[in-house]
């Protein structure tokens, strides 16, 4: 069984740069979730998506959004990029949710000069 | 606003040795999560924590939780090098999020 991937798995941007970020799940998982991981804030809860809907957001600001395809597949986007926004960005995927074994991609890692 | 605590923060140990990571959080959730981290790797999920009391079990690593005192434990029983690593625990808030706490860098000594 494939596992979760994410690409590209390096990136680097310029300040005020948008950036899309890719996530394919493993199949049959239908709950897609995004953090962001920086040696400063630690691990952070982005958003989840389910079903084609976000269900569940973390504490960023509009610049942060994503999208589900019916495949399941998810998509993050950052626009109007700043340095801080240089992180580690995972994506899990999972059955049903948070309650399910949640499985992670290798991550995005984007470098905001 | 829902604060998770772990501690100690790092944590360095003898292999055949016991220890243990707690994770305190300051609102009420009766949901939580351990998953571990390898140097520059990605995370992995380690245990579901659904309800008070709940324990469970993977080898040498036990995790319970303790809704009523907020607190989750996890505990590592005749540590090998193998279980080096950075832990993190997260607890749900239901239809809002999640959130993680610092982490604990545990390295196991020969």
């Known amino acids: 069984k494939a596992g979760v991937t994410q690409t590209p798995r390096y990136l680097i941007k310029t300040r005020g740069q948008q950036v899309t970020l890719s996530c394919s799940p493993i199949s049959g998982h239908r709950s897609v979730s995004w953090y962001q991981q920086t040696p400063g804030q630690g691990l952070q809860f982005l958003f989840e998506y389910f079903s084609e809907t976000q269900r569940n957001k973390g504490n960023f600001p509009g610049r942060f959004s994503g999208r589900q395809f019916s495949n399941s597949r998810s998509e993050m986007n950052v626009s109007t990029l700043e340095l801080g926004d240089s992180a580690l960005y995972l994506c899990?995927?999972?059955?049903?949710?948070?309650?399910?074994?949640?499985?992670f991609g290798p991550g995005t890692r984007l470098t905001v000069l | 606003e829902l604060k998770v605590e772990q501690n100690p923060l790092f944590l360095s140990m003898q292999e055949g040795k016991n220890y243990t990571i707690y994770c305190n959080y300051s609102?009420?959730?009766?949901?939580l999560y351990w998953y571990r981290q390898d140097p520059g790797k990605s995370l992995e999920s380690l245990f579901v924590?659904?309800?008070?009391?709940a324990v469970k079990q993977e080898g040498r690593l036990m995790a319970s939780l303790d809704t009523k005192a907020r607190l989750s434990t996890l505990h590592i029983t005749a540590a090998v090098h193998d279980l080096s690593a950075t832990y993190f625990c997260a607890v749900d808030k239901g239809a809002q999020k999640l959130v993680f706490g610092q982490g604990t860098r545990l390295t196991i000594n020969p």
């Open positions: 924590l659904l309800s008070n009391g």
């Open positions: 609102t009420t959730s009766d949901r």
């Open positions: 899990a995927s999972s059955l049903q949710g948070f309650t399910d074994t949640q499985y």
